[in-house]
C-alpha cells in the first residue's frame, strides 16, 4: 500500500494499475520491406494508468488518497506510437499483461477511510466477491468495473459503466431495479445516463479519450463526498472529463 498526504477527504483506491506510455514522434516514408510506415521517435511521456490514474486525480482534486494495487505496475505497459502533429495513434502495444496478483483485504482497515473507490479493470486482481463484501462493509463505496453489473455490486454506493459495458450487462439479464438505480452509464461526446436522465456535455475538440474516465470517476466521487448531490456531481465530472479529452495522452483534472 502507498500512502498519500493527510487531508479532509480520505480515499483507498482499488484496483489494477499499469505504466501508461506515449511514444510521439514523426513518419515520412514506409519500410522498404513491408507496408509499414518508418516511425522516428521523437520524446516520450510517462504515467500511471488505470487505477493509478483513478488516484492521481483525487490526489490533484485534493484529496488524501491511499491505493491498493499490483506492485508490478510499472512494469505492465501500455505504449501508445502516436504522429506527433497529427495526435494519430499507429499502435499499442502491451507488455506483461498477464499477472496483476490478487488484493489481500485482511491488510486493509478499511475504517481508515471516508470512501473506497474500486476501479476493476477484471484482470484478476480483486473479485466479484471480494467487491461485495467491501460494499458491505462501507457506507460509500464507488465502483467502476469491467464485469458484468449483477446482484453481487447491488450496494455499491454508485456504479459507473461506460455504454458498450451496460450492453453486456443487460445480456446477463441480471439488472435488478437496485442495481440500475445506481447505474451511471458514460456515453462519450453525448454525456452520461443516470436514471433515464441525460446529462449533456460540451462540444470540444477532442484530442484523447484516454483515461477520460478515470477523470470522470475520480471527480464524481470526489464531487460527491463534499456535496452528497449525485446531480451536481455527475455535472463536475462531465466538465471535469471534458477537459482531460482536450489534452493529449493521459492527464489528470
Excluded at 491505493?67 to 508490478?72: G, S
Excluded at 458514460?186 to 460540451?202: A, E, H, I, Q, S
Aim: proline content about 2%; hydrophobic content about 35%; charged content about 30%.
Amino acid at each position: 500500500m502507498q500512502r498519500g498526504k493527510r487531508t479532509k477527504l480520505n480515499f483507498l483506491v482499488i484496483g489494477e494499475s499499469c505504466l501508461d506510455v506515449f511514444s510521439y514522434g514523426t513518419t515520412t516514408r514506409l519500410c522498404p520491406d513491408a507496408p509499414a510506415p518508418v516511425f522516428n521517435l521523437i520524446k516520450t511521456k510517462k504515467n500511471g494508468g488505470m487505477a493509478m490514474n483513478v488516484k492521481n486525480n483525487l490526489s490533484s482534486l485534493g484529496a488524501n488518497v491511499d491505493i491498493c494495487t499490483n506492485l508490478n505496475w510499472r512494469k505492465i505497459t501500455k505504449n501508445r506510437f502516436i504522429e506527433i502533429n497529427s495526435n494519430y495513434m499507429f499502435m499499442r502495444l502491451d507488455s506483461n499483461d498477464e499477472n496483476y496478483g490478487h488484493l489481500d483485504m485482511e491488510s486493509v482497515d478499511f475504517e481508515n477511510y471516508d470512501a473506497v473507490v474500486i476501479s476493476d479493470y477484471d484482470k484478476g486482481f480483486v473479485s466479484q466477491e471480494q467487491i461485495e463484501k467491501i460494499c458491505s462493509k462501507k457506507k460509500h463505496v464507488f465502483l467502476d468495473t469491467k464485469k458484468p453489473v449483477g446482484d453481487w455490486c447491488q450496494n455499491a454506493t454508485i456504479i459507473k459503466i461506460n455504454h458498450v459495458e451496460y450492453k453486456k450487462s443487460i445480456k446477463t439479464n441480471r439488472l435488478n431495479k437496485k442495481t440500475k438505480d445506481k447505474l451511471i452509464t458514460t456515453m462519450g461526446k453525448d454525456g452520461c445516463l443516470f436514471r433515464n436522465v441525460v446529462y449533456p456535455v460540451r462540444e470540444v475538440e477532442v484530442k484523447d479519450v484516454s483515461g477520460a474516465g478515470d477523470t470522470f470517476l475520480a471527480s464524481f466521487c470526489y464531487e460527491y463526498m463534499k456535496e452528497k448531490n449525485i446531480k451536481n456531481s455527475i455535472d463536475f465530472a462531465n466538465e471535469c472529463a471534458t477537459k482531460v479529452v482536450q489534452k493529449r495522452g493521459v492527464t489528470v483534472i
